[in-house]
């Protein structure tokens, strides 16, 4: 079946650090890919997506390139603020659109000023 | 970005009682709309989907006559929890999405069974 597998976390890190959360994903055919964004309090929001092999989705100084040879999605930021703490899920679409996403278990992100 | 509101944000009942959670899309028209389920620790789970005016569509192991949705609506859809047990203790979810096909989601309910 589907599966989406992201890094556990927590991730903890200082202001301006480099962030990279993994993803890597189980699908048949050929998936769109996601990452949500859940700020404290607040529902999932789209951070960014990618609908084939070898785009790269970004939004908000983060980035992530749909890898197909590796089933990786794995997120992005050269320089992290504190704004940017919250959960981060990754999720998998197989019907072409946002219809029955499957997603991570999400990571928790802390960035310290 | 389209707004989407779930009613109560946190709901606490007895055992053996039913909850209704309400979602509604604020500013624009859902005409499929989605239950998650979340668990401490772990990946929102779907439940089922509506859409407006027809049948919920389950997924594999949810049971509907246990987790009863509606969605009366381009606007609003409830899931009711019927019998409530302390295993249905959860972080529900619901989302929708109009002609874009995008989901937005709902801050979510905080649902504990005593």
């Known amino acids: 079946g589907n599966s989406v597998t992201q890094m556990e976390g927590p991730v903890t890190l200082s202001e301006e650090a480099f962030l990279t959360i993994n993803c890597t994903y189980t699908?048949?055919?050929?998936?769109?890919l996601f990452w949500y964004v859940q700020y404290p309090g607040e529902g999932l929001q789209l951070l960014l997506k990618?609908?084939?092999?070898?785009d790269k989705g970004s939004n908000k100084g983060f980035e992530a390139t749909y890898r197909k040879e590796t089933t990786s999605f794995h997120l992005e930021k050269g320089s992290v603020q504190v704004s940017d703490s919250a959960v981060y899920f990754c999720?998998?679409?197989?019907?072409?659109?946002?219809?029955?996403?499957?997603f991570g278990k999400g990571t928790k992100l802390t960035v310290n000023p | 970005g389209a707004v989407v509101s779930q009613h109560p944000s946190w709901v606490i009942c007895k055992s053996g009682t039913s909850v209704k959670i309400e979602c509604r899309s604020l500013?624009?028209?859902?005409?499929?709309m989605f239950w998650y389920r979340q668990f401490p620790k772990q990946s929102l789970m779907l439940m089922a989907t509506s859409n407006e005016g027809s049948k919920a569509t389950y997924e594999q192991g949810v049971e509907k006559d246990k987790f009863l949705i509606n969605h009366a609506s381009l606007t609003l859809s409830t899931l009711t929890v019927t019998s409530a047990h302390p295993e249905d203790s959860s972080f529900y979810i619901c989302?929708?999405?109009?002609?874009?096909?995008?989901?937005?989601f709902g801050p979510g309910t905080r649902l504990t069974v005593l």
């Open positions: 500013d624009f028209q859902a005409t499929t």
């Open positions: 999720a998998l679409a197989t019907q072409g659109g946002s219809e029955k996403l499957v």
């Open positions: 989302s929708a999405s109009g002609l874009a096909n995008e989901q937005f």
């Open positions: 990618a609908t084939k092999a070898d």
């Open positions: 699908a048949t055919g050929y998936p769109s």
